[in-house]
Nanobody, 123 residues
Framework: DVQLVESGGGSVEAGGSLRLSCAAS????????MGWFRQAPGKEREGVAP????????YYADSAKGRFTISKDNAKNTLYLQMNSLKPEDTAMYYC?????????????????WGQGTQVTVS
């Protein structure tokens, strides 16, 4: 199994920044799809920035392009999401996800493991 622990969420004013972290442990693999999803109350879970560790491709959501940046520290097995210019519509629970190599535009059902989530609130 793989365990994912997210951190870094919080409350910020519009225009502010946050950096989310996701530490992976357990039976991790070299080639994976790993990334960030979010879910606001009453809405479906949506991809923010899934990332393929093989080719390095990142599937940024249109709402994230230009504002969010994903990065990975392989030595620490930790994934980061730097979020800048935050907007109230970014308010959601953010989840880290881990699964087999990305195929196309990754969807939640493509991932095997999920973290517990970290809340981001933008006012």
């Amino acid at each position: 199994d793989v365990q994912l622990v997210e951190s870094g969420g919080g409350s910020v004013e519009a225009g502010g920044s946050l950096r989310l972290s996701c530490a992976a442990s357990g039976n991790t693999y070299r080639r994976i799809c790993m990334g960030w999803f979010r879910q606001a109350p009453g809405k479906e879970r949506e991809g923010v920035a899934p990332f393929d560790s093989g080719g390095g491709a990142t599937y940024y959501a249109d709402s994230a392009k230009g504002r969010f940046t994903i990065s990975k520290d392989n030595a620490k097995n930790t994934l980061y999401l730097q979020m800048n210019s935050l907007k109230p519509e970014d308010t959601a629970m953010y989840y880290c996800a881990y699964g087999p190599p990305c195929v196309g535009d990754p969807k939640p059902q493509d991932f095997n493991y999920w973290g517990q989530g970290t809340q981001v609130t933008v006012s």
